[in-house]
């Protein structure tokens, strides 16, 4: 949850940071256990050296790819805003006013549903994120709906915004 000071606006402070579910790995944990596997398959007149050679591709790019899914991937809800960081390298970075938000949608397949893991839907007009593979997505939701109510209960009821 360290997001710096100088980031920050004024009173802002981390009300949470969404959580990735192991499920985002599902592929690379495939290519890994196919990697373990493949050292004890009798595949044609091939040699144990051949077949150690590519058990050690594949966990090589197992680890690659794992590497390029999460991509420095950072989901932060503060009590003002949300903040998307991507890359590791070179940095992306998307902020959602929660006082622009205007729904807030849970998709979660039968896996999702039995694992506890989807996609959080924000949408603010014009835009819409995506949170990939979050774990407990309706715990999530339900507080970025909890930090848009208490602005929402702080401003004029006149207001525009």
Avoid at 92 to 116: A, D, P, T
């Amino acid at each position: 949850m360290a997001l710096s000071q100088k980031n920050m606006m004024e009173g802002e402070v981390v009300v949470c940071e969404a959580k990735f579910h192991y499920m985002l790995y599902w592929l690379p944990g495939l290519l890994v256990l196919l990697a373990l596997v493949l050292p004890f398959l009798q595949i044609g007149e091939d040699t144990m050296k051949i077949r150690l050679i590519f058990s050690g591709i594949f966990l090589v790019l197992a680890l690659l790819w794992a590497i390029v899914i999460n991509n420095g991937k950072k989901f932060i809800l503060t009590n003002k805003r949300i903040i998307l960081k991507t890359g590791i390298i070179m940095r992306n970075s998307k902020e959602l006013m929660l006082r622009k938000c205007e729904s807030i949608n849970v998709r979660q397949s039968i896996l999702g549903r039995i694992f506890n893991y989807g996609n959080v839907i924000v949408s603010t007009g014009e835009e819409k994120d995506i949170f990939k593979y979050i774990w407990s997505p309706m715990g999530f939701s339900t507080k970025i709906n909890e930090q848009i109510d208490k602005i929402n209960s702080t401003l004029p009821a006149n207001s525009d915004q």
